[in-house]
């Protein structure tokens, strides 16, 4: 098998992936430890576009905010 740089493999995504999820759970956690309800909204709302640009939006729903 031919690899080149166009190719990914299968190792590539899980840490691709747990990247993504990392980042969107730190982002989750920075919400919840905010002191005030200005900086709240805004870790809400970087959280909320981050997971929009991956495409993660209901795994931000269902899983970090867990909303029911």
Do not use: G
């Amino acid at each position: 098998m031919i690899y080149n740089n166009i190719m990914n493999t299968k190792f590539d995504r899980p840490t691709q992936f747990t990247t993504k999820v990392k980042r969107l759970n730190n982002l989750a956690s920075a919400c919840a430890n905010a002191q005030s309800d200005d900086f709240k909204v805004l870790w809400y709302n970087k959280l909320i576009d981050l997971a929009k640009e991956y495409k993660m939006l209901d795994y931000v729903m269902k899983k970090v905010i867990q909303v029911h």
